[in-house]
């Protein structure tokens, strides 16, 4: 039953997400790809796929949205996928959910499977048998929630127990809108996230601020990875992010 | 809140009434999409609640408890009628017994300030906004909103059970609770038999009881659908990942509203394995579409849509169906399989806790 519960282990067999192409798919647990996969577990590029919805990619990555209860994290997701923000319209999230987006990434269709987690902390025995499939993970917290932020060393915690060592990781301080409420400073977070050795930056699923790059930057993170070309400068992306994000308020950018 | 000293919540069929009218059901949620086949469904099934209601008047006339009996069992089957729910539900989950014998106990509750716990305030706090925004009762906006009734069942029931204190899910159901009854401590007392009594450990911390019985599900599908078992098997697809929300939010959201109220009338009367009929029900009538996916979303997203459509619309025939479609399941199968899975899982916990 419990299939995947079991094999848990750090760095070895990183599985990746399902391909449509079941073609040499020997049942294996947690390797659904059909064409031939890098040790990385990535979709080979050069074997275009069709996912459920009917659209065509080149590679597809696993990408998890954690971090404290209502900071945010399934708002993000909806302005990322539908590019709304419905004020009072969403529910607390109940167990694990994921939604699929693909980007274009230099010429490239890049499939982002993002799930969405349950942030109260009993839920995490349930969610963390899923963080060790990922390729990325957002950690969120809410500028306008101190224990929020607090809590952002725990969780990192909780992703080295259980993640992939490799796994990129990215820290997001959400509601960056809420100039009123804030409690968290940017310089707060981007200390943290210097301590910790992770990208950071402020997002807004209220008026979408860096909400698209936070996604395209860790895509592109993960395509970089999978492809290495020779001639290739490596991707940095932490001097992507501070090249590309803008600032919470008016005149920073 | 408007609470009168009974503890009514005097507004709700007024505003029913009123300006609800139009764009919402009669429980005050949004129209969804497809309301047109619902209603449909529902001119029909007026006529049979009306029957019901008669004999369900007539069986109740002068009693306030409920007997256990093959009659009684078949009339709740066959669907309690919105007027009596609260009544039956009250007596037959024993909630009625037990505000009976604790008066007052439900104020105390709230009265005791000092040593309310601030995190389990906070928690609460959170889902306030995000339970139902859908239902015109439990939006900020409403001038008879009741978070506040809500906020109050659920710090109540935390301090009343620390040791579940408050879980993300059990929002919705005392949001349904308050709706049916419109009543908070009757809301309260029914919450204490779903939780205490009627559904396994399914909210504490550990959450023990919901992963067992989404693995005892597993294990009746393995025998009762076996090709569904296989392709969750082929695709690895873990039973929680489709299935936790079905049983932490006991259908609600996952199923229609009315078909939801059907589930619970035989919740509170018959227990928790009903929740096994339904999910089984689900499963079994729609395996050919399940049996389609090619692959781990797919499958996952055939589990969303096999909740929707005429099949789950038309509680009546659908109530009918649990009942038939995944064949005999009794209570001691079940008790052997959660205790089989129960072990099963706490070795597992054991060996895999990093």
């Known amino acids: 039953m419990s299939r995947k519960k079991n094999l848990k282990g750090k760095g070895s067999s990183k599985s990746s997400i399902a391909s449509p192409n079941k073609s040499s798919n020997n049942g294996k647990s947690g390797n659904g790809i059909g064409s031939v996969a890098p040790s990385n577990g990535v979709v080979y590029p050069s074997r275009p796929s069709v996912s459920s919805s009917g659209e065509f990619y080149d590679m597809a990555f696993k990408v998890m949205l954690v971090g404290d209860s209502g900071v945010g994290k399934t708002c993000l997701l909806v302005r990322f996928k539908d590019r709304a923000f419905l004020a009072g319209s969403f529910i607390s999230t109940v167990g694990i959910d994921f939604r699929n987006k693909v980007l274009t990434i230099d010429m490239l269709k890049v499939k982002l499977q993002i799930w969405d987690t349950a942030g109260q902390e009993r839920f995490r025995s349930v969610t963390h048998a899923y963080y060790r499939d990922a390729h990325a993970l957002l950690l969120l917290y809410d500028v306008t929630n101190k224990a929020s932020f607090d809590n952002i060393k725990a969780w990192l915690t909780e992703i080295h127990d259980y993640a992939q060592q490799d796994v990129v990781i990215m820290l997001l301080g959400n509601k960056a809108d809420a100039t009123h409420d804030r409690v968290v400073k940017r310089e707060e977070g981007e200390s943290l996230a210097k301590a910790f050795g992770v990208p950071f930056m402020e997002t807004s699923a209220k008026s979408g601020l860096n909400v698209e790059l936070a996604f395209t930057a860790v895509a592109k993170e993960l395509k970089h990875r999978s492809i290495k070309e020779p001639d290739d400068p490596k991707f940095q992306l932490q001097d992507y992010v501070n090249k590309e994000m803008k600032t919470a308020g008016c005149c920073s950018s | ?354």
């Open chain 2, 1 to 354: 809140m408007e609470t009168e000293k009974n503890g009514n919540i005097t507004q709700v069929h007024q505003n029913n009434s009123t300006k609800a009218k139009g764009s919402v059901d009669s429980y005050g949620f949004e129209k969804p999409d497809g309301y047109e086949s619902y209603e449909e469904m529902m001119t029909e099934y007026l006529a049979v609640l009306t029957r019901r209601s008669a004999k369900w008047s007539k069986l109740m006339k002068g009693k306030v408890k409920v007997e256990n009996n093959l009659k009684v069992k078949r009339y709740v089957r066959k669907g309690v009628p919105n007027e009596h729910r609260a009544q039956i539900w009250m007596a037959a989950s024993g909630a009625q017994a037990q505000m009976e014998k604790n008066p007052g106990y439900y104020q105390s509750l709230l009265g005791m300030d000092q040593q309310r716990d601030p995190k389990l305030e906070e928690t609460v706090r959170t889902d306030m906004h995000r339970t139902f925004p859908d239902n015109v009762h439990f939006r900020n906006s409403s001038e008879t909103c009741l978070q506040n009734v809500l906020y109050n069942v659920l710090l109540a029931y935390g301090c009343h059970n620390p040791s579940v204190g408050y879980c993300q899910g059990m929002n919705f159901i005392a949001g349904y609770l308050i709706i049916i009854t419109k009543n908070e401590e009757k809301s309260f007392w029914l919450m204490d038999a779903l939780i205490g009594r009627i559904l396994p450990d399914y909210y504490t911390p550990a959450m023990l009881g919901l992963k067992t019985d989404q693995e005892v599900l597993g294990e009746l599908v393995r025998v009762k659908v076996p090709a569904v078992w296989q392709a969750m098997a082929q695709h690895d697809v873990m039973w929680t990942l489709v299935v936790s929300r079905w049983f932490i939010c006991l259908y609600i959201d996952v199923l229609p509203v009315e078909t939801v109220l059907r589930i619970w009338d035989c919740l509170f009367y018959e227990g928790s394995k009903i929740l096994f009929r339904v999910a089984l029900t689900l499963i079994r009538h729609h395996q050919a579409e399940l049996l389609q996916a090619t692959s781990m979303p797919e499958l996952c997203e055939r589990f969303k849509l096999i909740t929707q459509g005429a099949f789950t619309n038309d509680c009546h025939t659908f109530m009918q169906e649990i009942f038939k479609e995944p064949g005999s399941l009794s209570m001691g199968t079940v008790t052997k399989l959660r205790e089989t899975c129960r072990g099963r899982i706490l070795a597992e916990e054991v060996s895999v806790s990093p």
